[in-house]
């Protein structure tokens, strides 16, 4: 995978400093030595970044797919989940697997601008089309304005849930600018939360929206 | 009560994590542990000078940053995708384990081949109890790794490490297992008490033991001369957590006698000295990280056999290995709330006064010999001169019981105040009136002794205002329009959680660019406790904000703070953060005032700071930046610190919620129209931070009241729902609306912990059951004293309706 000044761009140590926010957790961060991530190359620019099992091995597909505005050129594995080529092969750890049958949403991804879950559907599936995570929201070194709508509200306890609730969100704001507070929970009842009691994530979402809600 | 230890019992409680553990989910059954432990922590601390004491902040005005609204440090990499969490590590060469588990309630294997698994192309070690360590784990009944006899469904009894979880999964699937069903208990815990029941974890094991009773002056004879007499049973379901993450541990060995491990756990340090006695090693040959952890609840206090299972496995195979439970296994394995079956029984003296009071409670222990309590708000909440509470412990094979969010607490609670509301209906009283007549203010167990604090009674008449109870409580089945009920319902509530703790240390760093550092071995999952670190430290030692931080994921630079569980971060480990504050701002004053030529001329208790500055408090313009105080050493400073609580101290939380409800007559559904929720906080340390613990909690909570349970068939006595599609936890459509879910935080201050703060996690769970409960009763007229309050219930009760 190629590795460039793109990929430091979304670095949580960049991301903090840039943000303003403390140092907080930067240190951690350097303590944890996974696998860096997938770059996050421009959109205007298609490269095509071989990923999986060599091209030809035993039960291997080949695929294309954009993910997040890159191109892959994907060998898969078809037992493979989307879930699983983003995290396992991508290094899109964002995308989080709660219960591995779509019942909780934590896995949730836009296709092509729809959400899915990813858990639920097998890698293959998604060839020729447009991958949204998580991973994609902030840039320039700062939160969306859902993320930070979200920061603001309190709307993070664990985070487990949130990427699922984030791309849930996305999707609804997308076709729905000013949703009302019944189409906001409506959007999110496929996300299961078990720390929150959703409160702040509607407000989180009703005021990116840029409709507060008032006590 | 009253239990002396020997210094060598006491030192050897305190360096047990897993007691640490036990004694926070259970306060009130290690009383004398935790005061013991208390006593001798206070006697060997040496006492902070007084003049730094002096010049903490007295009144909430004075704070800062203490009691307001703080955007939590934790959030933006949680936002972005960039947290990792122990389920999201990935290591060059990591391996995929599998657990097999026990189709059986109780079974053991007679015969087990795995040649076919081994064989499998990928797979690179197969465990079972054939060639598993020989080294127990330290629970209860003792087990090893994986096992050769189940005690519940679910239970692990080998694992495979593959290439890929494909190839992991499906050599489990090849291992042949032949079982012998043995005898079991599940769907009915009280056979597991009839005469002739199988012993069902060992043969030398009593499957009940009863607990010590909570005596106060004669139950018998004001009974027998009480002007009222009522008694009821209720009862509560087995829960389970299911935090979003399920169990996960990634292991990795660096060399023979060095362990790294990714654990999703409540309390690393646990993890840590569980790992380093097992396998025979110095605890800093163990390190453990838990950065971001998806949710524990109770699930995940100690080391869970995630933990000692991909740590053997990466053993056997030389290679990183991860291990995360699949839903399933999350749902039948690990810790689950314990079910309780409370009798209840009350004498009313002068017809609304409660004068005997008594409870006799059996909870589940399940397949381990763990305790069970229910008895804290039972005592508490209500004043009862005659009293007699027991709890008995059973065995069964329903899985380990273990500490859900409150522990024993909720279940109490859903008894008492369904009970209470009954009791004010036959003394021909509100509910309200008759509660605020029998409150009890005082700790009726320690010679009446005054709580150190108590916000009870606010909270009560704080949810009832807010909620507008004197106008909208009517008669029982009195607002009925067309085919939809109202219904008003209340509960108090009040426990040991978040209150007495234990002692715990905590370094605090100023280094030499004036910037805070808080090593907080309290491990973050999800509460915001490392913002809450922050926030306190930042307020004693006088820098910005903005200057501040936390740092918490890793054994190998942070002292054991204990776990995060029974509420006590931010009143035991946040003490000590306090107290490490204090010792590095006196550190900090005494540099600035000595040596040859002092940057303050003044004495170090004439000085105070501030904003980033050390400054005469006699005249701020003579200021030195603390960035300098501390350069001039050439290191950084660190400050040390220890929770110390005063000694006959009775220390207690308290909530109160009230809610609306609307019951469909047709359909038995209930919609909650309107909740709110009043904690007894102490002092708000982030005010963001209590509000999310209360909301959580109190949906938590309906979930409990309405819908979560844990069901059990006859025959094999098999847990039949095991993921969410079928044992349901609220979701965005079954809360309230933002503008009628309400929380109002009590604050009255307490003397012991940081700037007056206690505990709120668990304490907002309690309430919302019986005031569900309660509410429904004032819709239907009809009572329902089995939890949960499910629609197959409700629709009972209205066919009873006049």
Same mark, same amino acid.
């Given at each position: ?108 991804? #836009?296709?092509?601008? @729809?959400?899915? +879950? %990813?858990?639920?559907?097998?890698? /293959? *599936?998604?060839?020729? $089309? ?35 609730? #984030?791309?849930?969100? @996305?999707?609804? +704001? %997308?076709?729905?600018?000013?949703? /009302? *507070?019944?189409?906001? $929970? ?30 | ?802």
């Amino acid at each position: 995978m190629a590795t460039t000044k793109q990929q430091s761009r979304y670095s949580r140590r960049t991301f903090l400093k840039g943000a303003g926010a403390t140092a907080a957790g930067t240190a951690a961060a350097a303590t944890v030595p996974i696998a860096g991530r997938a770059p996050e190359a421009p959109v205007a620019r298609p490269v095509a970044v071989r990923v999986g099992p060599p091209a030809g091995a035993a039960n291997t597909t080949l695929m294309q797919v954009t993910v997040n505005g890159t191109l892959f050129e994907a060998a898969i594995d078809p037992r493979w989940t989307l879930a699983e080529f983003l995290r396992d092969q991508l290094n899109l750890t964002g995308t989080k697997v709660g219960c591995d049958r779509g019942e909780c949403g934590a896995c949730t991804v #836009l296709v092509d601008g @729809t959400p899915y +879950l %990813a858990c639920s559907t097998f890698a /293959t *599936e998604v060839a020729g $089309r447009k991958i949204t995570t998580v991973e994609s929201l902030a840039g320039d070194g700062k939160l969306n304005g859902l993320q930070n709508a979200f920061w603001e509200s309190g709307a993070v306890q664990c985070g487990f849930c949130i990427p699922g609730m #984030l791309m849930s969100a @996305t999707a609804l +704001l %997308a076709a729905k600018p000013k949703p /009302t *507070e019944d189409e906001v $929970r409506t959007a999110l009842s496929g996300n299961l939360c078990r720390c929150t009691g959703y409160k702040k994530i509607v407000e989180g979402v009703m005021a990116a929206s840029g409709q507060p809600l008032k006590a | 009560m009253g239990k002396k230890f020997s210094q060598a019992r006491i030192l050897q409680m305190l360096d047990d994590p897993d007691f640490q553990l036990l004694s926070a989910e259970y306060p009130d059954l290690y009383a004398d542990e935790i005061e013991a432990m208390n006593d001798y922590v206070r006697s060997i601390t040496p006492a902070l000078p007084e003049w730094v004491k002096g010049a903490a902040p007295k009144s909430q005005q004075q704070l800062k940053f203490v009691g307001t609204k703080v955007k939590r440090i934790e959030d933006p990499a949680r936002l972005t995708g960039n947290g990792v969490y122990a389920s999201d590590v990935q290591l060059p060469g990591m391996l995929y384990g599998y657990i097999v588990r026990s189709p059986y309630a109780h079974a053991t294997i007679t015969a087990i081949d795995t040649s076919a698994a081994e064989a499998l192309p990928g797979v690179r070690a197969v465990l079972t109890y054939k060639n598993a360590p020989q080294t127990k784990i330290g629970t209860n009944p003792d087990k090893f790794v994986v096992n050769q006899e189940a005690h519940c469904a679910g239970d692990e009894v080998a694992a495979v490490a593959a290439e890929d979880p494909h190839t992991a999964r499906e050599a489990a699937e090849l291992i042949k297992i032949t079982w012998q069903e043995l005898p079991g208990v599940a769907a009915d815990i009280k056979a597991a008490m009839a005469a002739g029941a199988p012993a069902l974890i060992a043969p030398n094991i009593s499957n009940y033991s009863a607990g010590t009773p909570v005596k106060r002056g004669d139950f018998d004879s004001a009974y027998g001369s009480a002007s009222l007499k009522y008694e009821q049973t209720y009862t509560t379901a087995t829960l389970q957590h299911t935090p979003l993450e399920r169990h996960c541990t990634v292991a990795r060995w660096e060399g023979p006698d060095r362990l790294v491990m990714w654990a999703s756990s409540q309390y690393m340090s646990s993890v840590r000295s569980s790992l380093a006695s097992y396998f025979g090693m110095p605890r800093s040959h163990v390190r453990v990280l838990s950065e971001n952890v998806g949710g524990g609840f109770g699930s995940k206090g100690g080391a869970q056999r995630d933990a000692y299972i991909a740590a053997v496995l990466a053993q056997m195979t030389q290679r990183p290995v991860k291990v995360y439970f699949d839903r399933p296994g999350n749902f039948r394995t690990s810790v689950h709330r314990y079910a309780e079956i409370m009798s209840l029984k009350a004498g009313l003296a002068g017809g609304n006064t409660i004068n005997a009071y008594r409870l006799d409670a059996i909870g589940d222990g399940g397949a381990n010999k763990g305790g069970t309590s229910s008895l804290p708000p039972v005592q508490r909440v209500y004043t009862a001169g005659n009293a007699f509470f027991q709890e008995t412990n059973v065995i069964t094979n329903r899985g380990q019981s273990g500490p859900m969010r409150c522990v024993g607490d909720p279940q109490g609670t859903w008894a008492q105040e369904i009970f209470i509301d009954e009791l004010a209906e036959k003394a021909g009283m509100n509910p309200l009136d008759f509660r605020l007549k029998n409150i009890a203010e005082v700790d009726q167990d320690h010679e009446n002794r005054k709580w150190n604090s108590c916000g009870l009674r606010d909270c009560a008449t704080k949810v009832a205002t807010a909620i507008g109870w004197s106008s909208k409580w009517h008669k029982p089945a009195g607002k009925i329009n067309g085919r939809k009920a109202h219904g008003i319902g209340i509960a108090l509530h009040a426990c040991g959680h978040g209150s007495m703790s234990l002692p715990m240390t905590c370094v605090v760093r100023l280094d030499r660019d004036g910037s805070l550092d808080v090593n907080n071995g309290l491990t973050e999952i999800g509460g915001g406790q490392s913002t809450a670190a922050m926030i306190i430290a930042a307020e004693t030692v006088g820098v910005k904000l903005t200057d501040a931080s936390a740092s918490w994921n890793d054994t190998g630079f942070t002292p054991d703070a204990g776990v995060t569980a029974g509420s006590r971060g931010t009143i035991s480990s946040g003490s000590a953060v306090r107290n490490a504050a204090l010792d590095l701002k006196a550190q900090l004053l005494q540099i600035a005032t000595s040596g040859a030529k002092p940057m303050l001329n003044a004495k170090p208790e004439d000085c105070d700071t501030g904003d980033g500055y050390a400054f005469v408090k006699a005249d701020p313009s003579q200021k030195v930046k603390l960035a300098d105080v501390a350069n001039s050493t050439g290191n950084p400073v660190i400050g040390r610190g220890t929770h110390v609580v005063p000694p006959n101290t009775s220390m207690s939380v308290f909530s109160a919620g009230a809610t609306e409800v609307e019951v469909d007559l047709d359909t038995g559904e209930v919609t909650i129209l309107s909740y709110v929720g009043a904690n007894d906080v102490g002092q708000a340390i982030n005010r963001l931070g209590v509000e999310q613990q209360m909301e959580g909690g109190i949906v938590m909570g309906m979930g409990m009241g309405l819908w979560e349970e844990m069901k059990y068939e006859a025959q094999h006595n098999f847990p039949v729902n095991w993921n969410w599609e079928n044992y349901p936890i609220p979701t965005t459509l079954d809360t309230p609306k933002w503008a009628n879910f309400q929380t109002i935080i009590v604050e009255p201050i307490d003397a012991i912990g940081p700037y007056g703060a206690k505990g709120v996690g668990e304490p907002p769970i309690s309430p919302p059951p019986p005031a569900l409960a309660n509410a429904i009763y004032n819709a239907i007229g009809v009572r329902i004293y089995d939890a949960p309050l499910s629609r197959d219930k409700v629709l009972a009760a209205i066919k009873k309706m006049k």
